[in-house]
């Protein structure tokens, strides 16, 4: 009965701390694709006096489709370079910091209790290749799990929609926009940098195990931000 981004963590939902996040870093103007409850994140947000210019984009399709979908929904409300996050992340404030330059992208060294998107960095920290899944990865090359956060400067937002319209032309509306993102790291028509996040300083809440490993790891945090 509730969006998972409104689930609280140690007292404050998910959304709340990606908005302080932002707040804290200066961020201006928040975009956000809403779907499944939509009306719930909206009263939340425009109670929450954050002092962000907030714009909604909704995706008629959330039921049928897939987060590639909902990238691509907000493609005429985005035109400066931006920072692209998803909001089942908790994290510490300072880790932003890196991701403030264009076409960087968030990695971590693969724990356990992650699964899903990894890369492969070459010697200067640059992506080469997407592994959807964790799938094929070559053995002399390590891996790492992304963290769900992109930043993107004006023109490689610009190739990116081209792409996504692609995608979604042709009905491929079920996937995942890292989709997109491996193709055009693998033709040399995207690039992004990689900036490490420490593993115990971010956490992404898909199960009520995660909620539970979340709330221990920055429960000294929030207490530390609260008094």
């Known amino acids: 009965d509730s969006p998972k981004c409104l689930t609280e963590v140690n007292d404050t939902t998910i959304l709340e701390h990606l908005v302080r996040s932002l707040v804290a870093w200066e961020f201006e103007r928040l975009v ?3 779907g499944h409850l939509g009306s719930c994140v909206r009263n939340f947000l425009d109670g929450l006096a954050s002092g962000l210019d907030i714009q909604y984009v909704r995706s008629e399709k959330y039921r049928t489709t897939n987060n590639i979908y909902s990238l691509w929904a907000a493609r005429h409300t985005v035109h ?6 998803e909001c089942d992340l908790v994290f510490d404030d300072v880790l932003l910091g890196e991701m403030l330059q ?8 693969i724990l356990p ?3 899903g998107t990894t890369v492969s960095l ?3 920290r640059r992506v080469i290749r997407f592994l959807m899944d964790g799938r094929d990865q070559p053995p002399d090359e390590p891996a790492y799990k992304t963290v769900n956060m992109y930043s993107f400067s004006r023109p490689s937002w610009h190739c990116v929609t081209q792409r996504l319209e692609r995608h979604i032309s042709a009905g491929r509306v079920n996937g995942y926009y890292e989709t997109v993102f491996a193709e ?4 040399g028509d995207l690039s992004f940098e990689a900036v490490f996040f420490d593993d115990q300083r971010w ?4 199960t009520l195990e ?8 920055f429960w000294r945090s929030d207490r530390r931000r609260t008094s």
């Open 32 to 34: 956000v694709v809403v």
């Open 80 to 85: 400066e370079s931006f920072l692209l996050l």
């Open 113 to 115: 209790w992650m699964n």
């Open 203 to 206: 956490y992404e809440i898909d």
């Open 122 to 124: 070459d010697h200067s």
């Open 184 to 187: 055009m790291v693998a033709e």
């Open 210 to 217: 995660d909620l539970h490993k979340a709330e221990q790891l």
């Open 102 to 109: 264009p076409d960087r992208i968030a990695v971590s060294r």
